[in-house]
Each structure stands twice: as C-alpha cells, then as structure tokens.
C-alpha cells in the first residue's frame, strides 16, 4: 500500500480531497509503473481538487498533471527499472490518475527520459508550467523576437516566472507584469528588468493601436489583459498565449494582426508529440539557470495540497510548489 491524494465525489456531487492509503491493483492501465518521487501544483490541478472537481473525467480520481519518478516495473522495451522519467501533459491527472501518489501506472507514450543536468525534483521544480513556459519561448524564437522588451503576464505565478527567468538567460529585456508588487525583488532576481503594474495592462481602451512597445510577449493571464497588449506589440512581433488566469473572454479587435503583422501562437503542452517534449527538457536543462529555480521553488506535501489548490486559483501561489510524495 501506499500514498496518494483521493479526490471522491458523493452522491449530491460534493467533492472531497484527502490523503489514503492505495494498492497497485488500483491504478489505471498503463505499460510502466512509475514510484513517483515528485509532482507539483498547476492551475489545472487547483481545478481538479477544488470544489466540482473542475477537468476530473472519472471519481474517485488521483489528480497531479505531472510527476517525476523512477521506473518500477515496465512492459516498454523503451524504458526499464531504475530508468528516471519525467511525465507532463497526455490529461494524466484529468482522466488518468496522476502525480500525486508513490506510484503511477501510465502509458510509455507519455513519458520523457530526464535530460541529462536535471534531477527528479528541478525537473519538477519546473514542471508543467516551465515545460510550457519553454514552448512559448520557442515559439516565439521560432517567429523572431523583435528588439525591446518582452513582455511576460501573470510574472510572478509558474509560468510567468520560468519564462522569466528563461529569457533572461537569452539575453532578453524582461518586463514583467505582476499584480503583486510585493514580487518586485523576486522577479528581478530571475533577471526581470522591468516591473509593470497589473492594472496599467488591465484598464481598457478604446485605441486598437497604441505605441510599438514589446518585441513580444509570454501571456499568461488572457482576457481584456491580452487584448490590451496586442496593441503594444512591435511590428511583425509575436505573443506566446498560453492560460487565462484573468479570463478566457477575448475582447480585441482584428487591427493588431491586419496593421500590424502580429502573431497570436497558441500554446499546448497536453499533445506535444515526443520529439517536441525531449527537444523542449533539453533547452530547459540547458538554459534555465538552476540557482534562479531554486530561488522560484518552494515544498509542499500531499496533505497541504487541498490548501495549495484553492491558493493557486485565487493567483496567490508564487512560483513553483514541488510536492515531496514521500515526504
Ligand atoms: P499561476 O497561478 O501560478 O500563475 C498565474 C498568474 O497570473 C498569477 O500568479 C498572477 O500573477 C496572474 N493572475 C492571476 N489571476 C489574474 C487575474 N484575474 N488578472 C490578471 N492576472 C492574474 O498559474 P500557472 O502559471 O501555472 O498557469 C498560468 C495559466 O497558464 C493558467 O491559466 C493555466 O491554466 C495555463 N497553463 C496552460 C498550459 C498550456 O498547455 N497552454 C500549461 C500550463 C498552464 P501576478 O500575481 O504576477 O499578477
């Protein structure tokens, strides 16, 4: 037997989260069992353990969108015990149990190698909100970054920090847009050199077009905030979108793209195929600097989880919370 979070749903379709003990022959299907070492909190995860149970396809469920662990048993010949393994995306957490237990079964499929230069944990540290933090980086080089600073919203959550902290290293300008101003010091030290105020982004306007600002931009928040932004964006430059912390309503006009040459790049971590994801571990590994993670990270057990989730829903939680499973 061992650990998980159990998310349970009663009969008036209540939902509760706590800690149990489980056996093996209660996961899911899958061709390796994982003994998981760590997970951490994501948005969609405060969704799946907080009231209604938010992405939850199936009761009672084991959230965790992502975990990393050391092979157990495997009936892939591409993976064997002993092997480390990193795992995002796939709906693992949603509609198969996931990273918060010892011990995960998944498919082969879903898993990554941990790239050289990352243990269990920084790959955790990391996580979903950095591997996607990455694919936004890279789909903006993939489009060119124009001269000036690149905007990053929703900075000082997990997203926004990583890509911070990554474009930084590229030598970028980074102005980070935060409605916490007490962030300030951190996010300069993952090397932001510009603080803009949440509320300046927020506000409205009438002007599709306003001064040529950001040479692009890693858009957390959505809403009237990327609306706004697309309209500051630099000739031909491209915004990486990739959540909606502040609202999936998207209240913009055509002018930016038509005028302007702008590029709106979605971003989705859940169905990268494989060669992307190892492509995408392997720039993290290279140019995520790994004292600016540490700085971002802070520990967490399964039993503080509950509270974690109804924290990162209410955008609360700084940076990334890595989840000991064994702690
Ligand atoms: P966090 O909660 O860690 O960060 C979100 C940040 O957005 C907050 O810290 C806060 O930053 C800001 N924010 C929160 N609420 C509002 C609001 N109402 N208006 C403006 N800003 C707000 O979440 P993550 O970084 O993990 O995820 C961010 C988004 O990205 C989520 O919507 C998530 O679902 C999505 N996501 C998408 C993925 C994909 O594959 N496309 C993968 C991973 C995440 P501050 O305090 O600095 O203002």
Redesign the pocket.
Known sequence: MFNALVVEKDDAGKTSAGVQQIGLDQLPEGDVTVAVEYST????D??CIGPGGGLVRNYPHVPG?DLAGTVEASDDARYKPGDKVVL??WRVGEAHWGGYAQKARVKADWLVPLPDGLDTRQAMAV???G???M??VMALEDHGIKDGPVLV??????????ATAILAKLGHEVA?????PE?ADY?KDLGATQIVA?EEL?ETTKRPLEGETWGGCVD??????LARLLGQIKYGGSVA???????AALPATVIPFLLRGVNLL?????MQPYDNRVRAWGRIARDLPMDKLEAMMQPATLADLPGLGR??????????VVVDVNA
């Open positions: 909190v994501n948005y969609k405060g969704l969108v995002t995306g996580g979903t909100a591997f996607t933090a694919l936004a919203t929703g900075a000082a959550g997990g997203v926004g920090s990583v980070a847009v935060t409605g916490r962030t996010l949440r927020n957390a928040v959505g809403g009237a905030m979108a990739v959540g909606l912390a502040g609202g979605g971003i989705d971590s859940v924290d990162i829903l209410q955008g609360q939680v700084k940076g990334r």
